[in-house]
């Protein structure tokens, strides 16, 4: 299974922290690596739940002033060898799962907006069924991850484009929401879905993990530049939809909880959650 994770925003909501650290390095708490917290980069913990899922194929798309993202993700020898006991050990298991993928990293020039970062991505995923995961936001969940939940559902039915992942919320205006209705087979079948409407037609938002067969492609060469004069994803989920492909999505679970690091007040909730729950 192939992943791509963008990482290409701006993150001018954070600045001036952003101006030299990209957002999605933006540091929360975790026990991934045992009983005791560590203070690790999102990106990295996204990484690290990525491989827990055994993908170890990654395409990371990430913006030309962002290098610190791919020297954190490049095994440094030296750097090890300076290291002893406790933070040796540390750095030592994150190398290894480094040395054990394949990563490809992808210039997106101009940040021209996440429909736009996933397009770059067409030649690494040759024709592939794929998942996207956006660098800025991680679920914490005590049951199945998402990503597998989706590649589940996609696995069940051959007919399915595209699985979405999506959440109740009170405000969605942030959000790509969906047009949705029940289906049989225990999952949404996605009628609609617009980008950050200012009257949305449901109460739902798409979080931003997906599964996707490689037509996704077709319609993201055919988008026009949406929202925020940007090229928009959920236009090219909404294409498929009118080519009468199969567009379905499926709830978080209870008990999942999203960890954003877009704004100051999600980043905020993402540190106190995020220790909490470790």
């Not at 009983?35 to 996204?46: A, D, H, M, S, T």
């Not at 933070?87 to 190398?95: C, D, N, Q, V």
């Not at 699985?163 to 969605?172: E, F």
Request: with cysteine.
């Amino acid at each position: 299974m192939k992943c791509v994770i963008t990482a290409a925003g701006r993150g001018t909501r954070l600045l001036p922290t952003t101006k030299e650290m990209p957002k999605e390095m933006m540091p929360i708490f975790t026990k991934i690596y045992g009983k005791n917290r560590i203070v690790i980069p999102l990106l990295q913990y996204i990484f690290e739940q990525l491989y827990a899922s055994n993908i170890r194929d990654y395409c990371f798309v990430v913006g030309r002033e962002k290098r610190s993202i791919e020297d954190h993700f490049t095994p440094h020898d030296s750097y090890l060898r300076e290291l002893s006991g406790d933070s040796k050990s540390l750095i030592a298991k994150f190398y290894d799962r480094l040395q054990n993928s394949h990563l490809v990293w992808i210039n997106q020039n101009k940040p021209q907006g996440f429909g736009d970062a996933v397009r770059l991505a067409e030649k690494y995923i040759h024709g592939d069924d794929f998942v996207v995961h956006a660098g800025d936001v991680a679920i914490l969940s005590r049951t199945k991850h998402p990503i597998l939940r989706l590649v589940d559902v996609a696995k069940s039915d051959p007919n399915i484009s595209a699985v979405l992942l999506c959440k109740k919320l009170k405000d969605v205006r942030r959000y790509g929401v969906p047009t949705i209705s029940k289906s049989s087979e225990g999952y949404y079948t996605v009628n609609e879905v617009e980008e950050k409407p200012l009257r949305p037609k449901s109460n739902f938002g798409i979080l931003p993990l997906y599964y996707f067969r490689s037509d996704i492609f077709d319609c993201l060469k055919k988008i026009k530049r949406g929202k925020g004069n940007e090229y928009q994803l959920t236009d090219a989920i909404q294409k498929l939809i009118e080519n009468d492909r199969k567009v379905v999505a499926i709830p978080v679970n209870s008990g999942d909880i999203e960890i954003d690091v877009g704004t100051v007040e999600s980043y905020r909730y993402a540190q106190e959650i995020s220790y909490k729950k470790a």
